[in-house]
């Protein structure tokens, strides 16, 4: 049961944006630039990223949802996002991947553990100042999300199965605001 009166049975940050939309809009507005909008890197690596930050974190809810949605995002190729979950270094992903999610789960513990080195090599294995830029605040901007849902401990289904079709939603059709539920 979450810490404060939100609406009830609406899964993780969506409830949390239905009880206050004018502070949900623009993260939600965030959420969409940094996993949808154009960018060198796809939307099921940006998914990814998101996915690997919220699995250190512990975040269940923000874990499993953006895991659904990299998994719908990449297709045939899904069980990557499992791998990664599991172990980065044995992740079927391009070593150019596996730097960036170095650098993602480094910036999980602190912005000052990304070194120069860690920077060096992603653009070794082919980042550009784009995609170290991206990684760094998807992985900043998901500590937030993370520490938002679990501080007001909002609900988190326990099934896998109900993140099916929220990763379906956000695959499709990004990041977009929940209707407000009507007063009963």
Do not use: W
């Not at 609406?7 to 239905?18: A, D, Q, Y």
């Amino acid at each position: 049961m979450a810490h404060i009166k939100v609406p009830e049975g609406v899964p993780g940050i969506r409830s949390l944006v239905m009880f206050r939309p004018e502070t949900g809009k623009p993260l939600y507005e965030l959420a969409q630039v940094l996993l949808r909008d154009p960018s060198p890197l796809t939307p099921a690596e940006r998914e990814l990223i998101a996915t690997h930050v919220s699995s250190r974190n512990d975040c269940m809810f923000c874990m499993s949802s953006h895991a659904a949605a990299a998994r719908e995002l990449f297709g045939s190729e899904s069980e990557v996002v499992d791998c990664v979950i599991q172990n980065v270094s044995t992740a079927p992903v391009t070593e150019k991947m596996k730097a960036l999610l170095n650098i993602a789960g480094k910036v999980q513990i602190s912005g000052k553990a990304v070194t120069a080195e860690d920077v060096a090599v992603a653009r070794k294995h082919g980042a550009t100042d784009r995609d170290i830029h991206d990684t760094v605040l998807i992985a900043a901007a998901f500590c937030m999300f993370n520490r938002y849902v679990d501080g007001l401990a909002s609900y988190t289904p326990m099934n896998f199965e109900d993140y099916v079709p929220m990763g379906k939603r956000m695959a499709t059709m990004g990041y977009v605001l929940p209707h407000p539920q009507p007063a009963n």
